[in-house]
């Protein structure tokens, strides 16, 4: 696909009984990331909340997803965009974004989202 990559594994590797093996797929997971020079365009220090971002020439949406059965506080990191104010469409909270981080509160399977003001 143009200058791309694509890495096909032909196996299941996430639907592994054993807790132990998940571990391995993981690093192998993340050695494939790292060999290849890819990184993600939005991503939280909390593997149990999951983030998204949409976005096009004017706006940018973020989601945040709360998988767990607890709060947490997470710093999400977007890749291109350093600064800015992340409106909450809900509340219309506004969180700062510095160095392309921002912090905030993900409530028990909750979701977050914003719309990033350029």
Same mark, same amino acid.
Do not use: W
């Given at each position: 696909?143009?200058? =791309?990559? @694509?890495?096909?594994?032909?196996?299941?590797?996430?639907?592994?009984? !054993?807790? !132990? %093996? *998940?571990?391995?797929?993981? /690093?192998?997971?993340?050695?494939?990331?790292? /060999?290849?020079?890819?990184?993600?365009?939005?991503?939280?220090?909390?593997?149990?909340?999951?983030?998204? @971002?949409?976005? !096009?020439?004017?706006?940018?949406?973020?989601? *945040?997803?709360?998988?767990?059965?607890?709060?947490? %506080?997470?710093?999400?990191? *977007?890749?291109?965009?350093?600064?800015?104010?992340?409106?909450?469409?809900? =509340?219309? %909270?506004?969180? %700062? *974004?510095?160095? =392309?981080?921002?912090?905030?509160?993900?409530?028990?399977?909750?979701?977050?989202?914003?719309?990033?003001?350029?």
């Amino acid at each position: 696909i143009g200058k =791309g990559k @694509i890495v096909l594994l032909a196996t299941y590797f996430t639907q592994n009984d !054993n807790p !132990n %093996e *998940l571990g391995n797929t993981s /690093e192998l997971f993340k050695k494939i990331i790292s /060999e290849n020079a890819v990184a993600p365009a939005i991503a939280t220090d909390n593997k149990n909340v999951k983030a998204t @971002i949409l976005k !096009n020439d004017e706006t940018s949406i973020v989601f *945040l997803l709360n998988q767990d059965k607890r709060s947490h %506080e997470v710093c999400t990191t *977007l890749r291109d965009t350093l600064s800015g104010k992340l409106r909450d469409i809900r =509340g219309n %909270e506004m969180v %700062e *974004l510095k160095n =392309g981080r921002f912090t905030t509160l993900v409530d028990t399977k909750r979701a977050r989202v914003f719309m990033l003001d350029r």
